[in-house]
């Protein structure tokens, strides 16, 4: 049985509502989680394949040129090397998030230093790691005069269209609250915990590859048309991704120089970056200079909304950071340009880090707004809430559901937000200065094509399977509550099996997209099997209750595995976007609430608390939803004071390319963060009336603690991350 | 030879092997995960004679004799550490790549509490130190988790040592 549905209207039916089992949106343990916790669930370069030879990736030492000699010879006879590689199928880039079709395979023409450029295939990892340290290559490196790595030093192309509306300058002159900032941001690395990694094995006939990947129903699109293979010769697997944030979207370089050298050698390989190597051939997000223009009336309502941003990425790459996306939606404004810039430099390739555009716009924005409120006088929370939207500001549509304000008032509550005088420097404990700030969270909604299968197997069991993949954003676990919910069954009653090409294809992760498309699929398969089980008992589906292995029709019940009989029941659902994409705006909508400690000495910011208030639909595992807000906010900290990928001006090498130089938070530097979950259905999201969340959490916050920081010490910065120096320097003397 | 979870190993042949690379590959224990090979991540955590390390920075041969405890020596999906239970239950992880490292390093720290060690965040040297979260979150500062579980991952230490007292 298939069950297709385009989504072209809203389901209104809150169907999952109806069900009697209870299980949806509980906060229950990932069922996959006893394998975490105990260093048993295998991640793609863990698996046991007999006679795995180990390859290990050679990097550009330069940033633009030609590789002109790969000199073999000068490893070939050192212990263990099989073989060096450098087919020109292999890839110099990764992979865009949706490419569908192979990247960049030049890879003598060498772009950014630290490009792969070649593959050392040896009998140990040891052996081949030595080699790739003592290979000779020669090269033309291009002069350095001509080759640029500042965006700010080169012409821009416009990027896309931009949105131009009304008289912006004239609201400007005439508003009578206005403000005109510019804002940067430095780039940023996913950095997810798990390197990149791939053990490619080819029997003559198929190309099976575990690796470490997002998307599968792209990448093998994008690892067959590397290799000239059909896809039906690919198979990927990808049943644990440690973190993904982004960087594991599109098929990356190890998982094709893998492939190359297995089909090559008829041996298994395995190829793993190093971090070094993942932070520097892997997607950066872009650096960000954006300038905002505010214009209000005397009621502090928005009348014009400038935002303009330049960002950069390497020739030939159609991404560039939408850094406007929210900016789109979110405020009132009838004069507006939102526009992005877009500069060619000869860094590596810039592409999704988790919420890519709204992760660095929205901070910004939610700056703005705050200096915004502060010249017109106004309470923050009160500048938001007066300023939100009744229909779409461009395209006039109406808003799917919308919690932006429940979610103000919301945190403000929980969070103890005090209205009124906002003026600095009121509070200071020793020699720290103490402040609160806040801001709205924004995240576009997404949804994209998926396909689920359940099986109702004859012992009264279900099975999902998808090649749908869980980075850590708690899969398994939503999509057994939706096949239990809707069968009435229990989470030990349900087996979800993910990440292989094998399975139907859906989207993968990305975008938010992955729970609330592939959930939806789950949900249209049950639905059909509720429809084949209310024919065999000879009723409507609407008179079946499903309850812990037992179908009830009016005060008679059956055992599920008795209806089931001998033949498993299965059904593949088959889950289309539609017209509601287009006749409605949706996002998921939140906010931030931040205190935090500056150090009146050193500059240096502490995060105290910070509270988060998020709507994004049906929650199909509160735990997991929280944790993926708990992720995001922790995000926000990272993204407000210590992220920054930094290059070296001279010959444009990523300078802090490992975890002890590029900061991500640590224990210490996260409090107690709470969370709350606002709850929302949204029939005109998708079939389950779940957004997505796993993004949302980082969209924004950065601002509230850079409000907050202004609160504390009355330093107002425009430089993202706000580290101690920068803030030191932002502060007054007293 | 080194003991690993109790069994007796050969050492390996090759000098330059980390003692992380020998127990994932030489001893197919996977379970210690290799996040950055340079001390700097914490995933590759484990026990030797009872001290957590990074096993990232140190060689397979400079462990003859050693006694090592992995994660896989910790518990089972069937019989869990009363740790490895609490982040499950306080959803201590999510991709679970650090999430081994966490686990040794934070059964590993209870002991250094009980041995009375100081830490950064310990305001009387001349005291022993509690388990407070500040403790468990400077104790912990080399364990990154990029998923950002933290507040569930200290929930889950707070837990377990509030039911070791």
Redesign the interface.
């Known amino acids: 049985m298939t069950a297709h549905l385009k989504f072209d209207e809203p389901d209104t039916r809150n169907r999952l509502d109806d069900m009697t089992q209870g299980v949806i949106g509980q906060p229950l343990n990932r069922p996959e989680g006893l394998m975490k916790v105990t260093g048993t669930a295998p991640y793609a370069a863990e698996y046991p394949i007999d006679g795995c030879l180990e390859g290990v990736l050679v990097t550009a030492p330069f940033a633009k040129g030609q590789i002109t000699q790969i000199d073999a010879a000068s490893v070939c006879d050192m212990p263990g090397i099989v073989d060096i590689i450098n087919d020109p199928r292999m890839t110099s880039r990764a992979a865009q998030g949706t490419a569908d079709e192979a990247p960049q395979q030049e890879i003598r023409k060498v772009d950014y230093f630290g490009q792969p450029i070649a593959l050392i295939v040896a009998e140990s990892f040891e052996q081949a790691r030595d080699a790739s340290k003592q290979l000779h290559i020669e090269y033309d490196a291009d002069d350095l005069s001509d080759t640029h790595f500042d965006p700010a030093t080169v012409d821009t192309e416009t990027y896309e269209e931009p949105t131009i509306q009304g008289d912006l300058e004239h609201a400007m002159a005439s508003a009578a609250h206005s403000v005109d900032l510019i804002y940067t941001t430095e780039g940023h690395a996913s950095a997810a915990m798990e390197p990149h990694a791939a053990i490619a094995q080819w029997d003559g006939e198929t190309l099976t590859v575990h690796a470490s990947l997002q998307m599968l129903n792209y990448n093998i699109s994008e690892l067959a048309d590397s290799l000239d293979l059909e896809e039906n010769q690919v198979r990927l697997i990808s049943r644990y991704v440690g973190g993904g944030f982004g960087s594991k979207l599109g098929v990356s370089q190890e998982v094709v120089a893998a492939s190359i050298a297995a089909m090559k050698l008829n041996k298994p390989v395995r190829v793993v970056m190093s971090r070094q190597q993942v932070f520097q051939c892997i997607m950066r997000r872009s650096e960000t200079r954006q300038r905002i223009r505010l214009a209000a009336d005397k009621e502090v309502r928005l009348c014009g909304f400038g935002h303009e941003a330049r960002v950069s990425n390497l020739p030939g790459e159609e991404f560039a950071e939408p850094v406007t996306q929210a900016s789109e939606f979110l405020y009132a404004g009838e004069n507006r340009i939102l526009q992005i810039e877009l500069a060619r430099i000869h860094r590596m390739t810039a592409g999704s880090v988790r919420a890519p555009g709204e992760a660095v716009g929205m901070q910004a924005l939610e700056a703005a707004m705050d200096e915004l409120a502060e010249k017109a006088g106004i309470d923050p929370v009160e500048l938001r809430l007066r300023n939100i939207p009744e229909t779409h500001p461009t395209d006039n549509l109406p808003y799917s559901s919308r919690k932006l304000a429940e979610c103000l008032r919301q945190g403000a509550d929980s969070f103890g937000w005090k209205k009124g005088s906002r003026t600095p420097r009121q509070q200071r404990e020793g020699e720290w200065w103490i402040g609160t700030g806040m801001a709205s969270a924004a995240r576009i909604h997404n949804v994209s094509e998926a396909k689920a299968r359940v099986s109702l197997l004859d012992d009264g069991t279900a099975l999902v399977e998808t090649d749908m993949t869980d980075i850590g954003t708690g899969t398994y676990a939503v999509l057994n509550q939706t096949a239990g919910e809707m069968l009435g069954l229990s989470q030990d009653k349900v087996l979800v099996e993910l990440g292989d090409t094998r399975f139907p294809r859906g989207p993968g992760s990305g975008g938010s997209w992955g729970a609330s498309s592939t959930a939806s699929a789950v949900f249209l398969a049950c639905e059909a099997i509720q429809k084949e089980i209310a024919h065999r008992l000879n009723c409507e589906t609407g008179d079946l209750s499903f309850k812990d292995g037992t179908v009830t029709v009016g005060d008679k019940s059956h055992d599920l595995h008795k209806i089931i009989g001998n033949e498993p029941i299965i059904a593949e659902g088959h889950f289309e976007p539609g017209k509601t994409e287009d006749d409605f705006a949706a996002a998921s909508f939140g906010s931030f609430f931040a205190e935090v400690a500056v150090n009146r000495w050193t500059g240096e910011t502490r995060v105290r608390r910070m509270t988060g208030a998020f709507g994004f639909g049906r929650v199909l595992n509160a735990k997991t939803a929280r944790s993926q807000c708990l992720g995001g906010m922790t995000w926000c900290i990272g993204s407000a004071l210590t992220e920054s990928l930094l290059f070296d001006p001279n010959d444009g090498h990523l300078v802090n390319c490992d975890l002890a130089e590029y900061h991500v938070p640590v224990h210490r530097d996260v409090p107690d963060l709470d969370v709350i979950l606002v709850e929302e259905r949204d029939p005109a999201a998708s079939p389950v009336q779940a957004k997505g969340v796993g993004e949302l959490g980082i969209c924004g916050g950065a601002g509230a603690i850079a409000n907050a920081i202004y609160n504390a010490c009355g330093a107002r910065l425009y430089s993202f991350p706000m580290t101690p120096d920068r803030v030191l320097a932002a502060m007054a003397d007293t | 030879m080194i003991t690993v979870n109790g069994s007796s190993l050969p050492l390996p042949s090759?000098p330059?092997?980390t003692l992380l690379?020998f127990l994932?590959?030489d001893a197919?224990?996977?379970?210690?995960?290799?996040?950055?090979?340079?001390g700097?991540?914490g995933?590759c955590t484990i026990m030797v004679n009872g001290i957590r390390i990074n096993s990232c920075l140190t060689l397979a041969v400079m462990h003859d004799g050693d006694s090592v405890t992995?994660?896989?020596g910790?518990?089972?999906?069937i019989d869990?550490s009363p740790l490895?239970?609490a982040?499950?239950?306080h959803?201590?992880?999510?991709?679970?790549?650090?999430?081994?490292g966490q686990?040794c390093s934070a059964t590993a720290m209870f002991d250094e509490i009980a041995l009375e060690w100081p830490s950064d965040?310990t305001d009387d040297l001349m005291e022993a130190p509690q388990l407070t979260?500040?403790e468990?979150?400077?104790r912990?500062?080399?364990?990154?988790?990029?998923?950002?579980?933290?507040?569930?991952?200290?929930a889950a230490i707070r837990e377990v040592s509030k039911g070791g007292q």
């Open positions: 090759d330059r092997t690379d994932r590959h197919h224990l996977t379970g210690t995960k290799k996040g950055c090979d340079h700097q991540c995933a992995t994660i896989e910790l518990g089972t999906p869990p490895q239970q982040f499950l239950d959803d201590g992880y999510q991709c679970g790549y650090c999430t081994p686990i965040a979260d500040e468990i979150k400077e912990m500062s080399g364990n990154l988790c990029r998923c950002g579980a933290y507040v569930n991952i200290v």
